[in-house]
């Protein structure tokens, strides 16, 4: 306890600091338990300070975007969970420009629709940072972030900050090597992109048409985005549906009726039921199928 203490005064200096912060305030979803210390920070250089003071402690740290691809346990997080509000956006060149990993990434994307440039229509309805965008390679209608990204600067204890370039990223369908054991305690601070000449009218209306298509194929209650990769062959949300499992709820939880590889909260539902339906999804597509289902959606803490 005493240490926790010290630690939490050591870390005050890098922004606004909480205890038992409820991690459902903090996801898409509106699930988890508390975050044991909670740290905002407002900075590249703060976040990685904070996370170098976490490291000198020995205690556990989870990065936090925006919580729109992650499912928290209801007994919430120990340790240090880092709020990465670091949002500078720098401008290189015309098409170039460096960008704090915890800036928006569908309002960077609209911002560069409106002012004529072209790379990122596709990213207007995904959420989170772009942070997150590096770890699932996020993507969608054919395009996807390592199309425009150059290089991301990547932190850790250990190595400090070095600027990979993309491809040494390994940035395939919703992965990175930021989700291998060997990059998994990199943290990404900052990413430069490029973008191309584009005229401003056309992407507007590029954009429209990929809001409307969101709008008519998503549920609208709480959720993480798909909750699973599809799969080469077919989709997730056919294998879901192939096994009976559409519209199923457990407690408060719910696979959606719009689109079966959508689990929403339709009020207060727990962690331990998402798990559950995510558990019996699995076991029955594999069951029936021979298939594995591979999670998109990171979980996270204690069930
Ligand atoms: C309604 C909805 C629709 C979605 N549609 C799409 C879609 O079309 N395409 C798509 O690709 N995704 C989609 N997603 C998923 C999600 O938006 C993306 O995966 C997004 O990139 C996650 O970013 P985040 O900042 O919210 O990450 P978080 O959920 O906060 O974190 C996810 C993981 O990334 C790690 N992480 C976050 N920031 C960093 C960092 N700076 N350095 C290292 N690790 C970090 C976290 O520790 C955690 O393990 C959707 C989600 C929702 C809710």
């Known amino acids: 306890m005493k240490s926790r203490d010290q630690l939490k005064k050591n870390l005050e200096q890098f922004g606004e600091i909480r205890s038992d912060e409820p991690m459902k305030t ?31 402690a020995n205690a556990d740290l989870f990065i936090l975007g925006s919580g729109s691809n992650i499912v928290v346990g209801d007994k919430g997080i120990s340790g240090v969970v880092i709020d990465n509000r670091a949002k500078k956006l720098k401008q290189i060149d015309k098409f170039h420009f460096q960008i704090e990993s915890g800036a928006n990434f569908s309002g960077t994307a609209r911002r560069m629709c ?47 900050s070095v600027w990979f370039d993309s491809e040494d990223l390994q940035l395939t369908y919703r992965n990175s090597v930021l989700q291998n054991n060997q990059f998994k305690q990199q943290t990404v601070l900052e990413v430069e992109i490029m973008l191309q000449e584009g005229d401003a009218t056309s992407l507007i209306s590029e954009v429209a048409k990929y809001d409307e298509r969101r709008l008519s194929t998503q549920p609208r209650e709480r959720n993480p985005g ?12 056919k294998l879901i549906e192939a096994v009976g499992m559409r519209g ?33 999804a699995e076991k029955r597509v594999y069951d029936t199928f021979g298939m594995k289902l591979i999670r998109e959606v990171n979980f996270v803490g204690k069930f």
């Open 226 to 237: 798909s909750m699973f990769r599809n799969p080469s062959t077919q989709p997730a949300w």
């Open 26 to 56: 903090h996801t898409t979803f509106g699930i988890g338990g508390p975050a044991e210390i909670f740290l905002t920070v407002r900075t590249s250089n703060n976040l990685a300070e904070a996370i170098r003071i976490t490291s000198e």
């Open 248 to 280: 199923m709820t457990k407690g408060e939880a719910k696979i959606s009726e719009e689109h079966a590889n959508f689990f929403v909260n339709t009020q207060q539902a727990q962690a331990k039921d998402v798990l559950w339906l995510v558990e019996e």
């Open 114 to 160: 409106r002012f004529g440039l072209a790379g990122l229509a596709w990213a207007v309805g995904i959420p989170g940072t772009f942070g997150g965008a590096v770890v699932y390679n996020a993507g969608a209608y054919g395009g996807c972030l390592s199309d425009v990204l150059v290089r991301a600067n990547l932190f850790s204890p250990t190595s400090g």
